[in-house]
């Protein structure tokens, strides 16, 4: 019985230490290359969060406005408040995005974006460099709004 206890481990062994071999590394492996894309028209989104103006504050100066002013005439009434509104602007934070590729050109625009108010303005700046509007989506969120303007340009 030793015996054959014993040459079942010596024919075992050689089998246990070739399921643990470890196999070389190929030294002469291919590494691949991406290549930058042919296509003739590339992509960028511009999104902007748009954050709204306190409404409570304009509704408290309109009432303040209005017991103050209560001979004004009803025109020059409706024209202070409009200039109220208007100075009350939303706040926009608004973010280009080109993909992978990083140009001057992309560089420029997306240092450029911090100074935008509006969507608008980030259009007509997109448009300047030859950008074409395609598309937009307009997602409410919790209090705030987020715009996406897609754009497009042939290279």
Request: proline residues 2%; positive net charge; charged residues 30%.
């Amino acid at each position: 019985m030793k015996k054959i206890v014993l040459m079942m481990l010596v024919a075992m062994v050689p089998f246990m230490t070739m399921a643990q071999k470890r196999s070389k590394k190929n030294k002469n492996a291919k590494i691949e290359k991406i290549e930058v894309s042919n296509s003739s028209v590339e992509y960028m989104v511009v999104k902007g969060v748009e954050y709204p103006a306190n409404s409570k504050r304009i509704n408290s100066n309109e009432e303040r406005l209005s017991r103050e002013n209560e001979g004004m005439g009803e025109e020059e009434l409706l024209d202070i408040q409009r200039n109220m509104r208007q100075n009350l602007k939303s706040i926009f934070i608004i973010t280009l995005d080109f993909g992978k590729e990083s140009t001057k050109e992309s560089r420029e625009l997306i240092d450029q974006s911090i100074h935008y108010s509006s969507m608008a303005e980030a259009a007509n700046a997109a448009a300047e460099r030859g950008w074409e509007f395609v598309s937009a989506n307009v997602v409410p969120n919790n209090g705030n709004t987020t715009h996406y303007y897609y754009m497009k340009r042939n290279k």
